[in-house]
Structures are given as C-alpha cells and as structure tokens.
C-alpha cells in the first residue's frame, strides 16, 4: 500500500504545494504529527472492479459522503490528541480507487465506442456523479495538517478567485451545417432557413465554419478558451471524424488568429488514435502551431491502453475523462491529477484536466434531454460543489453548438452558463495555463 500512499499524496500535493515537510502516516503508530488509519482490506489485492459491501457515510462540511472499505462506524473523522491528528477514516484507499480509475480499469463493460459507460459506475449506482468525493477526502487531510501545524493550505486554482474555469471547444466539424441544420429545416418546414444554410453554403461559408466568431464570443467575457483540432478526416469504422482538412490554409489562418489572442490550441485526437500505438504524435505534428494537450474524440478513452499512448505521444496533457452519458465527476474530483499506471505503480507523466460537462450530454436522444431553461438549474449544485474547494471547472461546448439554429443546447444555454460563472467569479483560464501553475510539484 506504500505506492498507493505516494500516489496519493502526490496528487495533493499538486494541487496544494506545500511550502515545508510534513509528517503524515498511513496507519497508526503512535508517533507521527498525522497519523491515516488504514482499512483492513485486500481489496487492491485483488483485480474486483467494485467493493462488495455498500458504502459508509459520514458528514462532512455538512455534506453525506460515501466511504469504503470501513467495517467499524467512527463517532468523529478526525481526532486530536496531544498536537496529533488522527484521521479514523481510510481516506487514502477511498481515494486511489477514484484517482486511479480502478473501477474501469479492472471492469469489462465498455459501450459501443468502447468506453466505461456511466450506468457501469459507482457513481450511478450510489447518485453522487455530481458529488466530488476525493475533493472531501482531501479536504479532511487538509484540514488535519491546518490544524496540527498551523498553516493555512489554498487551492493553486483559486489564486486570485474563488475558483478557476477552463472553457473548451472540440472543432469535429466546420463544413456540414447546410446539411445537418438545413434537414432539420426541412423536417420542421422551415425552407427559408434551409435555404439561408444552402446559399452560406454555395457562397463557401458554412454556417459552422465560425471559429473566429466563437474567438470573439469569448472575449466578450473577458476570457481566453481552448480550441481543440481534430486532424485527421477519413471515417473510422464508418464513424464520422473531421469535416475538414487541418493541413489546408484557411485553417491554418485559423490557429495563426489564436494564438496572436492567447487563445490555446490542442489536438483531438481521432478515433483510432485512443487504441493504436503511432497515431497521436502524426495528428498532433499536423496541426502548425504550439499543441501541449489533448481530448480524445468522442470522449474515447481505454484505461488499459490510452494513457501509455499520451506518454508515448509525448503531451503534457489530456482533457477527455467525462462521461459522455451524465455531467459530474468521473474520477471524483474537481482538480487535475495524474493517473496512475497499474503496471509501474507510479504515475503517468501527463496531467489530467477532467471533463465535468459536455454539452452534448445536455440534449441528446441517448444522454440528457434539458431543455435551454432546465440547464444552468441541472449544473448548479455542481458548480457550488467546485467553487467550494477552490476547483477547475472544465467543461466544453462545440463549435457547431454556437449556432443560432441550436435551441437546445446552442448559445442561449452558452451564455447562462458564462453569466453564471462571472457571477460567481470565476477565473477564466486556458487549459494550457493550468497545467503550467500545477508544475512546480510534478511528481518524480
């Protein structure tokens, strides 16, 4: 348990940097100034994807949050005695298990793009996809430190606000409006539309080849955004990649005109890319500009194989891991961490910056079906919940969704979201500018 233990407390340390040494121990011995009582389990001896036994709940900032691998209830999480805190719940166990992604590592249920499905989770069995609960874990041995040594531990996200924002954009397609919007046009009876979409068209401007105007939307707010390029597309298995070729020069015009605004630019990568050795850095390499991070397509992501691809890759960092199906916290939390690779015991050397909401998942015949004035309410608790610990909330909205003909999930829902955040003051950033602020403690 000793590389669980390290593990965990890198990812702390990444996000809280601690300035001076201290003494934590994962166990009880008496001695040291904080001291993690260790469940007695040989649950991460084992390749189960799920505890059997359901969890334990204990209160914590006012909130219930979900503990395993607990066989005895604690009247109190934290005691002190004699200038020591000892923490009487395993939060180290509980929060490798989310960190690392065990539960999809070791489970076979995949959905029909070969992705962990939402439904297989913890998360949907026991309602807490909204509820980042490695944020508590974390804020227990926090204040544990606060107390024993008289320190005062921040959020590096919640620098000069109250928490930061990453706000992205995956660009799958720039050519298609005329047909996806004009046969929706057509289906509604809506022919002058249809054929408003069909002569942007023949005039060589599609209605979704809008990138500079998505640019200018977001520096109405004051803020800079990511732009992640697909660069590959031909099909996949008969699935859909770009609409558009990367290489030619009007899109390259494209990325020159963001970064002259310090906007940031990634690649996302095509289907085959999550799968096979050899295929990201080519697609990265095509796109000319400075490209450090990535989201994969259709949010594709395999625990056993995608992360040795990042590395091999050669990118500082990813922004995929979100469920498709539901917004919330597929790994439990609202900060960027590192993954950990099951066969060294070590962590990856890419950051994670996970995915909290996708707008597609808003309006989609098989994820959620809110209307315009259903999702700024839906979101809500779990914007509080990442405001609370000083989080990154990442969320993402495509190109194409900017379009007026989008009643759904289009850009009156855009706005309430952005109005939203600056009320809540938020700190807008680039994807790229968190992953410099947590370098100083990347992990060995």
């Not at 939307?217 to 609409?243: E, M, P």
Request: glycine content about 4%.
């Amino acid at each position: 348990m000793e590389a669980i233990f390290r593990y965990v407390l890198d990812q702390f340390n990444i996000i809280y940097q601690l300035q001076a040494p201290v003494e934590i121990y994962y166990g009880l011995n008496n001695t040291s100034r904080i001291q993690i009582k260790a469940a007695q389990t040989a649950f991460f001896q084992n390749t189960s994807p799920f505890p059997d036994a359901p969890p334990v709940y204990y209160t914590w900032k006012n909130q219930k949050i979900p503990f395993w691998f607990e066989s005895l209830p604690t009247e109190e999480i934290i005691t002190l005695i004699n200038g020591k805190a000892i923490i009487q719940v395993d939060i180290i166990a509980n929060a490798f298990y989310f960190l690392s992604g065990w539960q999809e590592y070791y489970s076979a249920e995949r959905d029909q793009y070969g992705r962990f499905p939402y439904r297989a989770s913890l998360q949907h069995q026991y309602n807490f996809i909204t509820l980042p609960v490695v944020n508590y874990y974390f804020d227990i041995l926090k204040t544990a430190i606060e107390q024993v040594y008289g320190i005062t531990l921040k959020s590096v996200l919640a620098d000069n606000a109250d928490f930061t924002t990453c706000l992205t954009h995956d660009v799958d397609n720039c050519q298609t409006a005329w047909l996806v919007e004009g046969m929706q046009a057509l289906r509604k009876g809506k022919f002058l539309n249809f054929l408003n979409l069909l002569s942007l068209k023949v005039a060589g401007k599609d209605n979704w080849f809008n990138v500079p105007a998505v640019m200018q939307t977001v520096q109405q707010y004051g803020a800079q955004s990511t732009f992640f390029f697909l660069a590959n597309n031909r099909k996949h298995q008969g699935i859909a990649n770009a609409d558009y070729d990367v290489t030619q020069a009007l899109y390259q015009k494209w990325l020159t005109l963001l970064q002259r605004h310090n906007f940031e630019i990634g690649v996302h990568g095509s289907h085959i890319t999550a799968l096979e050795p050899g295929k990201l850095a080519p697609e990265k390499l095509k796109i000319k500009a400075r490209v450090r991070g990535n989201r994969f397509h259709y949010l594709r992501f395999e625990p056993l194989l995608t992360p040795t691809l990042m590395d091999e890759a050669q990118l500082a960092y990813d922004s995929t891991l979100g469920f498709s199906e539901h917004f919330g916290f597929r790994h439990g939390t609202c900060f960027p961490f590192r993954l950990f690779n099951f066969k060294t015991q070590q962590s990856y050397s890419f950051l994670e910056i996970p995915l909290h909401l996708m707008d597609a998942t808003l309006h989609h015949p098989k994820y959620l079906q809110l209307t315009t004035d259903e999702i700024l309410p839906a979101i809500k608790p779990m914007l509080q919940e990442i405001k609370k610990f000083g989080g990154c909330f990442t969320w993402l909205w495509h190109n194409e969704n900017f379009s007026q003909n989008n009643g759904h999930n289009g850009p009156a829902a855009f706005k309430s979201i952005m109005a939203y955040l600056q009320e809540q003051q938020a700190n807008f950033k680039t994807t790229g500018r968190v992953y410099d602020l947590l370098q100083p403690h990347r992990p060995d």
